[in-house]
């Protein structure tokens, strides 16, 4: 069982940065595939990233297309903690940022009913 609490989150400006950081209390965090998803007001929860456990693997890491090259996922199985680095957020991206993990089972997933584990979310808000 995994217990994820979110922070980090806030108010900045168009083009700036912001990290996010997952704290998860629980003996499968290490076996654990932990991802990042994002809820606007009205609209579907979305998949951001994902990182696998093992992040020396030759594909550690899955990204949604619109944040390739802007969002960076990456985690520290010593301290328990996940992250996502966002660079240039724009006022689109305000939003709730979730934690989400499920234990890994060799393939990527996106689909927030494939994940088993949520935290309450930070809001990410992003002034123009």
């Known amino acids: 069982q995994l217990q994820l609490v979110e922070s980090g989150g806030g108010l900045v400006q168009a083009g700036g940065s912001l990290e996010l950081s997952c704290v998860a209390s629980g003996r499968t965090f290490n076996t654990s595939m932990m991802a990042w998803f994002r809820q606007a007001p009205g609209k579907e929860r979305q998949f951001l990233a994902a990182i696998c456990p093992d992040v020396s693997s030759p594909y550690p890491t899955d990204y949604s297309d619109f944040v390739k090259g802007l969002f960076t996922i990456s985690r520290d199985n010593a301290k328990n903690v996940v992250y996502l680095q966002m660079n240039n957020l724009q006022p689109e991206d305000t939003a709730v940022y979730y934690c989400?993990?499920?234990?890994?089972?060799?393939?990527?997933?996106?689909?927030?009913?494939?994940?088993?584990?949520w935290g309450q979310g930070t809001q990410v808000t992003v002034s123009s």
């Open positions: 989400a993990a499920v234990w890994w089972r060799g393939a990527f997933r996106r689909l927030p009913q494939e994940y088993f584990y």
